[in-house]
T-cell receptor, first 117, second 112 residues
Framework: AAGVIQSPRHLIKEKRETATLKCYPI?????VYWYQQGPGQDPQFLIS???????DKGSIPDRFSAQQFSDYHSELNMSSLELGDSALYFC????????????????FGPGTRLTVL | AQSVTQLGSHVSVSEGALVLLRCNYS??????LFWYVQYPNQGLQLLLK??????LVKGINGFEAEFKKSETSFHLTKPSAHMSDAAEYFC??????????FGTGTSLTVIP
């Protein structure tokens, strides 16, 4: 079965540079979530989108922005990168059920490992 | 607000021994509960989930968990540990399928 695809898998950037992470959800899934996992830490929710609209916002820095496109893929844009942004960034997707409730399961991609030097 | 507490950041068991990873949650409404496993340098893989119905849920790789509302717990167990079970395990809670709140994770080591 098709899974969540994230690209690139690894990214190395310098401080103050920008980075763009891409997420392709499972086919027919309409909701995308972004998480940040620092070294030795649990995943922290950043932001989510449903039908191209932001649906929930977590601890996402103002330097970061994200959007969901008409084909449901999502991009996380990160500017003015800092050393502390080095982390594993996960994307997850889910499908909204009839009646307005999200499916109960988020399926995670393999992550993008961002290293800021 | 929702939160998850995983007792024991590191657990070591002998191969063939019982695995018990603890998870307690806090939620103002009935939660959905999940266990995910993460192998080194890999993503999160769903082990099992509880939403409604039977409180004892079975997952992949022989794992199971029991939802105990009175104890606000969702502990993960496996009768006999295998070397391939060595990984990081995360308990997560969500409400109505929105954002997940993860515990801090438990690193499982299996001793030959």
């Amino acid at each position: 079965a098709a899974g969540v695809i994230q690209s690139p898998r690894h990214l190395i950037k310098e401080k103050r540079e920008t980075a763009t992470l891409k997420c392709y959800p499972i086919p027919r899934h309409d909701t995308v979530y972004w998480y940040q996992q620092g070294p030795g830490q649990d995943p922290q929710f950043l932001i989510s989108f449903y039908e191209k609209m932001q649906s929930d916002k977590g601890s996402i820095p103002d330097r970061f922005s994200a959007q969901q496109f008409s084909d449901y893929h999502s991009e996380l844009n990160m500017s003015s990168l800092e050393l502390g942004d080095s982390a594993l960034y996960f994307c997850a997707s889910s499908l909204k059920l009839i009646g307005g409730l999200h499916t109960d399961t988020q399926y995670f991609g393999p992550g993008t490992r961002l290293t800021v030097l | 607000a929702q939160s998850v507490t995983q007792l024991g950041s590191h657990v070591s068991v002998s191969e063939g021994a019982l695995v018990l990873l603890r998870c307690n949650y806090s939620s103002s409404v009935p939660p959905y509960l999940f266990w995910y496993v993460q192998y080194p340098n890999q993503g999160l893989q769903l082990l099992l989930k509880y939403t409604t119905g039977a409180t004892l849920v079975k997952g992949i790789n022989g794992f199971e968990a029991e939802f105990k509302k009175s104890e606000t717990s969702f502990h993960l167990t496996k009768p006999s540990a295998h070397m391939s079970d060595a990984a990081e395990y995360f308990c997560a809670v969500s409400v109505s399928g929105n954002q997940f709140y993860f515990g801090t994770g438990t690193s499982l080591t299996v001793i030959p």
